[in-house]
């Protein structure tokens, strides 16, 4: 296995704090009409709030890597049952956070997860907004929303 160098925080222009010398990268699956959000465990960094699985990028891992790694190791998919549709992301100019949008097939389930997750859940898009939100996907929901509806109308999701 490669070594982990993505790990550390980063201090942004935007005056924020960042997880991820690299950058970081999520996934957002969608499946039936809903979207997979992870409990955050409540130790954790913005801990019991409700967003993507995701984390830190390795320099040596592309954004769908890093996203579908980070998934795999905090939910226990298999990312053999998903389709990368589509790309968000959140560009700070010195760090930045890649939001892949992935549709899930039905065989995709949420074996194993790790101490980060608490809970998985499976929501309807006009549900998520008010669930108590990562900070940062909270921010960034309102264009997700906007881009996974537009992938929905368009067929792609």
């Given at each position: 296995?490669?070594?982990?160098?993505?790990?550390?925080?980063?201090?942004?222009?935007?005056?924020?704090?960042?997880?991820?010398?690299?950058?970081?990268?999520?996934?957002?699956?969608?499946?039936?009409?809903?979207?997979?959000?992870?409990?955050?465990?409540?130790?954790?960094?913005?801990?019991?709030?409700?967003?993507?699985?995701?984390?830190?990028?390795?320099?040596?891992?592309?954004i769908?890597?890093?996203?579908?790694?980070?998934?795999?190791?905090?939910?226990?998919?298999?990312?053999?049952?998903?389709?990368?549709?589509?790309?968000?992301?959140?560009?700070?100019?010195?760090?930045?956070?890649?939001?892949?949008?992935?549709?899930?097939?039905?065989?995709?389930?949420?074996?194993?997860?790790?101490?980060?997750?608490?809970?998985?859940?499976?929501?309807?898009?006009?549900?998520?907004?008010?669930?108590?939100?990562?900070?940062?996907?909270?921010?960034?929901?309102?264009?997700l929303?906007?881009?996974v509806?537009?992938?929905?109308?368009?067929?792609?999701?």
């Amino acid at each position: 296995m490669a070594k982990r160098d993505g790990d550390g925080w980063i201090e942004c222009r935007c005056g924020g704090k960042h997880w991820g010398l690299n950058g970081a990268a999520g996934l957002l699956l969608y499946r039936d009409g809903k979207v997979m959000l992870q409990h955050r465990a409540p130790w954790v960094h913005n801990g019991d709030t409700w967003g993507l699985p995701g984390g830190a990028r390795d320099s040596h891992e592309s954004i769908q890597e890093a996203a579908i790694r980070e998934s795999v190791e905090e939910t226990g998919i298999d990312p053999t049952h998903l389709e990368v549709v589509g790309l968000f992301s959140d560009d700070h100019s010195d760090w930045r956070y890649d939001t892949v949008i992935a549709k899930a097939h039905g065989d995709l389930n949420t074996a194993t997860w790790n101490p980060e997750t608490h809970d998985i859940g499976w929501y309807e898009i006009s549900e998520i907004q008010g669930l108590n939100l990562h900070p940062s996907f909270a921010k960034t929901w309102p264009t997700l929303q906007n881009l996974v509806t537009d992938l929905v109308a368009s067929g792609s999701l």
